[in-house]
């Protein structure tokens, strides 16, 4: 395997019975990115996070995970790995703390106790609090100290940030970058699309168990459509640049125009050189947007 590649997925594919959850995924990893991991839910993003800790098992494919295959070696896999499960369970009559201490004992005594506590603080979270008593998101601060404690060479978040306020949201996602930058590897799946647009370096978009996206949150954004309003000092027949290459007229009055913009819009720029234009507006979408756009057109298709 590629030193150079923390995750690598070939032909994956897991049924629940009669239920095909996985289609033939294939997806690569970089060491030291953040990849997020899109789909609605029942796409695939748990099972296919579950299967690269041999938490549940495939019915084909091959995966490495730090060049050690899990279904071989699964303790050699998570002994590397940082895991938060979308669904945390912890156990209620401990202390946060206590929980900690726990699974730091499991991991061999890793954790540096200063740096638990640290995180402990930032995320306003009392970890001498019995788990019982503590809401749902104090509970799920609990699931991101917890992965993030040993400093592991690989995270695997299952949507780190659910059931947060904004605030600790941001914190969580200061978090991860920080982890990133002494060179570990994030791969997370989340709803949450600002957030993916925010950290992500690459994002992958799973559709009923097929990977149907791979790129840049900010190359998704360029490729797709956007608006562009020019307001002009004097009415003049601006009609013509809509026969420019991905460009629609969608409305216009005496001395404003609106266009539809497909993918880059420095033609349209270049176009308009020659008009009077005292106003130019761009709208761009948000990746939340193309996410929904891509699934309403497939919905539409089906």
């Not at 609990?142 to 978040?157: D, F, K, N, T």
């Not at 993916?196 to 459509?225: F, T």
């Not at 969608?250 to 234009?277: C, H, M, W, Y």
Request: some cysteine; charged content about 25%; glycine content about 10%.
């Amino acid at each position: 395997m590629n030193n150079q590649i923390a995750i690598e997925i070939k032909g994956l594919t897991k049924f629940y019975g009669p239920v095909q959850a996985l289609q033939v995924v294939d997806l690569e990893v970089r060491r030291g990115e953040i990849f997020g991991f899109l789909g609605p839910n029942g796409a695939g993003k748990t099972s296919t996070i579950r299967c690269l800790l041999d938490l549940i098992h495939p019915n084909g494919g091959e995966i490495r995970v730090l060049g050690i295959n899990p279904q071989a070696d699964p303790v050699a896999v998570r002994v590397r790995v940082g895991y938060l499960p979308g669904e945390l369970r912890l156990l209620e009559n401990m202390t946060g703390e206590g929980v900690l201490r726990y699974l730091n004992g499991l991991r061999g005594m890793k954790a540096d106790w200063g740096f638990v506590h640290r995180m402990g603080e930032r995320l306003d979270i009392d970890l001498r609090e019995p788990i019982r008593n503590l809401s749902h998101g104090n509970k799920q601060k609990i699931g991101v100290v917890q992965a993030l404690m040993h400093r592991p060479e690989l995270l695997l978040l299952d949507e780190p940030t659910i059931g947060l306020d904004p605030l600790m949201q941001h914190e969580v996602l200061r978090l991860i970058s920080e982890a990133q930058g002494e060179g570990t590897t994030v791969f997370f799946s989340s709803h949450i699309m600002s957030e993916v647009q925010a950290i992500a370096g690459r994002v992958a978009m799973i559709r009923k168990g097929e990977i149907v996206e791979v790129a840049e949150p900010s190359n998704l954004i360029n490729r797709a459509l956007r608006r562009v309003q020019v307001r002009l000092r004097e009415p003049v027949d601006i009609t013509p640049l809509s026969s420019l290459p991905g460009v629609t007229l969608l409305s216009r009055d005496d001395k404003t125009v609106l266009f539809q913009v497909a993918g880059e819009i420095n033609g349209l720029i270049k176009a308009l050189a020659p008009f009077p234009v005292s106003d130019l507006e761009t709208e761009r979408p948000s990746l939340e947007e193309i996410f929904l756009a891509l699934y309403q057109d497939e919905r539409k298709e089906e």
